[in-house]
DNA sequence: ATAATTCCTATAGATTTAGTAGAGAAAATA
DNA sequence: TATTTTCTCTACTAAATCTATAGGAATTAT
């Protein structure tokens, strides 16, 4: 039940850019030092999410990244989805023809429910909230 | 997120066992065959269940393996727990000391949230409760 | 021109997953 | 006691996934 680096690393680089929101283009060179994570695996990671369109890039100098909409419309199920794909616990949850038993099974249910609370605290969780929860846990750091 | 043939699998094994509570031992062999796993495969799972002490092993004739409680008194949080290893799904909300930020970051709140609603969920449902719904699903097939 | 950036493609070691294989030990029963 | 049925224990392995690293091409501001 491990989210892998992606899903983590791409919250993170999200809730920064977030931050950072209004103050022009974000360089991943700033991003990295910041979260002490290489530059060039961020790359990766944050490809993904410039291709999911929910961020702008801008090359060259003074170029860098910037979210692609206010922070208060992106959530964290949007941003673990694209990283991590599914979060459903088990892949008959969202695709049951995989499986002879899913009509029938009970412990398929159980996953399902899981997957539906899971999707819910990540839906309901928006980039502006992890801002405001940052602000204000860690109002002495910033 | 995905939880391994592992954990899905443990958890048929134990509702396969609890199916059958009363019945005597009841041989690896039929629950392969019913649950369509390989013999070989449900062996190494079910001896973590038994060196845990969820299940308990007859050798010879007539042997197999017994639920070591009543269905009533194991929840799927036990199972999945000895199966995957912890359910957190990113390792710093067990252990904060492997990463400086722990104290700090938010991110790591929604991970515990997310620890907590899973393992909120895995814990209120038992075997028996398993059971139930399984009679009442599939009364047809059963 | 130069420096700072993103963009694109390839590679690779480590770990985990999902099994397979085979011989050994215990118990029931004929 | 010989046989059969079952669990027990140890070892192996192919494939996939994870977690990056590397290098150069393209773009833009100054």
Redesign the pocket.
């Known amino acids: 039940m491990r989210l ?3 899903g983590r690393y791409g919250a993170r680089i999200m809730l920064d850019l977030a931050l950072h929101y209004g103050q022009g283009p974000i ?3 700033d991003i990295a030092e910041r979260q002490q994570i ?1 530059e ?2 961020l ?2 990671i944050i ?1 993904v999410l ?1 291709i999911a369109g929910l961020v702008k ?9 910037i979210l692609a909409k206010p922070p208060a419309k992106i959530n964290l199920g949007q941003i673990i989805r694209i990283l991590e794909g599914s979060i459903a616990p088990v892949e008959c949850v969202d695709e049951p023809d995989i499986c002879p038993r899913a009509e029938f099974c009970v412990t398929r249910d159980v996953w399902k429910e899981i997957k539906r609370a899971v999707d819910g605290i990540l839906k309901s969780i928006s980039l502006k909230d992890l801002v405001e929860r940052e602000k204000e846990k860690n109002r002495a750091r910033i």
Request: avoid cysteine; hydrophobic fraction near 15%.
């Open positions: 892998s680096t992606k360089p991943l060179k290489s060039k695996y790359e990766q490809t410039k890039s801008i090359r060259g100098v003074h170029g860098g990244y």
